[in-house]
C-alpha cells in the first residue's frame, strides 16, 4: 500500500450540499453534469482527485485485501461495453488531469497508463485487456483482477455499469463499491434498476417508471445526481457487515466519546454517463462526510437540514434509519444549549442510529 507522494500538490475536497430546497427527494432529480456548484474545474470532472486521495484509496485496498469479491463483481458485462467504459475513464483521467496521468504505447500491442499518485504504470493490450501493473513500491493484496479493478484503484469514485438488452431487460452488469454506504455489491449484481432501488422510500416506480429512467440514463445526458443521509461514523467503507478487524467493527460502533460525539452528513455525488451504442451507462459514486457540527453552526444550512428532516414521511424515515431520532437529532440542531447539554441530546440521537444499524 503505498501513500500519495508528498511532493504532489492536490487540491482541497468539493464541497456539497444538496438540501437547497430543504425538502427530502427521494426521485432521481437529475440535472446536467457539468453544473457550476461553486467548486470550480471539479464540478466539470467525472473524477475527482484531491488532498484525501490517498484515505480514499487506502479504504479501497484494505476492502480488496479482506474480500474482493464482497465489493467487485461484474455479470454479462459484454466486451464491448467493457471496452467502451475503459476507454472512456482512461480518456477522462488524462483530459481532467493530465499532470497526474500519462498515456504512452510501449510497442504496436502494447499501451501503458502511469499513475503519479500511485506511481503504477498499468499495461494494457491494444483492445484495453489488462496485462501487468509496474510499479516500485509493493503490491496490493490480491492484485489486480483486471482492467476495471486496476483503473478503480487509481481513483476515489466508485464504479457502477447498468447494461440494457435489446429487448428491453436491464440489470447492474458491474460494482466496483469500495466505500459502501449500507448496501451490497454481491446482493446487488445482475439485478435490474427498479429491483435495485426498490427497499427506497418514497420512489413508487413500477416498472415502466423504472424502465423509463434507464432509457434516460443509456440514451441522453450525461446527468449529475446526489444523495444524502446522517450518519455517526466517520469511515468511507460502511458495508451492512463490516469486516471485524476493520474501524467500522461492531465493538467499535458501541463506542461514543460523551465529550466529542459526532454527526455526519454523507453525501454522494453521482455521475450518469450514457453509452447509447452499448445500451449502457457508467455511474461514477464519490462519497463525502460533513461534520454536522460545522452546520449546525451555518445558519442557512442547518435551517436547510432541519427543514428537510421534517419534510420526512414515516417511511422515508424507517428507511434512513431516523424513524426514533429525528427529533433528537432536530433539537441538537437547533438547542442553544451549553456544549454539555448539546452532546448528551447528540449522544441520544447516535444511539438510536445505532440501534438501527
Not at 417511511?315 to 442553544?336: A, D, F, G
Amino acid at each position: 500500500m503505498t501513500d500519495t507522494p508528498e511532493n504532489i500538490p492536490l487540491p482541497p475536497a468539493a464541497s456539497y450540499f444538496p438540501l437547497q430546497d430543504g425538502v427530502y427527494d427521494a426521485s432521481p432529480a437529475l440535472k446536467d453534469f457539468g453544473i457550476d456548484l461553486g467548486n470550480t474545474a471539479a464540478d466539470q470532472q467525472v473524477f475527482q482527485l484531491d488532498e484525501n486521495f490517498s484515505a480514499y484509496r487506502q479504504v479501497k485496498l484494505g476492502a480488496r485485501q479482506e474480500r474482493l469479491s464482497k465489493y467487485y463483481r461484474t455479470q454479462m458485462l459484454s466486451a464491448e461495453v467493457l471496452t467502451s467504459i475503459l476507454r472512456f475513464i482512461i480518456e477522462r483521467l488524462t483530459l481532467e488531469h493530465p499532470d497526474l496521468f500519462q498515456l504512452n504505447s510501449q510497442s504496436e500491442k502494447d499501451i501503458a497508463l502511469h499513475c503519479k499518485l500511485t506511481d503504477e504504470t498499468l499495461i494494457f493490450d491494444r483492445k484495453l485487456r489488462f496485462i501487468r501493473v509496474e510499479r516500485s513500491g509493493p503490491a496490493p493484496s490480491p492484485d489486480y483482477h483486471d482492467a476495471l479493478d486496476a483503473l478503480a484503484c487509481q481513483i476515489q469514485e466508485d464504479l457502477a455499469i447498468i447494461s440494457k438488452s435489446p429487448f428491453g431487460r436491464d440489470w447492474l452488469a458491474a460494482i466496483h463499491l469500495c466505500h459502501a454506504n449500507n448496501w451490497a455489491a454481491e446482493e446487488k449484481i445482475g439485478h435490474p434498476f427498479q429491483s435495485i432501488h426498490e427497499p427506497v422510500a418514497g420512489v413508487h416506480s413500477n416498472k415502466q417508471d423504472a424502465e423509463a429512467v434507464v432509457n434516460t440514463i443509456v440514451k441522453k445526458g450525461p446527468f449529475l445526481r446526489f444523495l444524502w443521509s446522517l450518519t455517526p461514523e466517520a469511515e468511507l467503507n460502511q458495508h451492512p457487515r463490516p469486516c471485524l478487524s476493520s474501524a467500522g467493527s461492531k465493538d467499535k460502533k458501541k463506542h461514543i466519546d460523551p465529550h466529542h460525539p459526532s454527526l455526519y452528513l454523507r453525501v454522494e455525488r453521482q455521475i450518469l454517463w450514457p453509452f447509447p451504442e452499448q445500451q449502457a451507462a457508467l455511474f461514477t459514486l464519490r462519497t463525502y462526510l460533513t461534520d454536522c457540527s460545522q452546520i449546525r453552526d451555518n445558519r442557512e444550512q442547518n435551517e436547510l437540514l432541519v427543514s428537510a428532516l421534517n419534510s420526512m414521511t414515516k417511511e422515508q424515515l424507517k428507511y434512513k434509519c431516523l424513524n426514533n431520532n429525528r427529533k433528537p437529532v432536530v433539537k441538537w440542531l437547533t438547542s442553544k444549549y451549553s456544549k454539555a447539554k448539546a452532546n448528551q441530546v447528540l449522544i441520544k440521537a447516535i444511539q438510536h442510529l445505532y440501534r438501527k444499524k
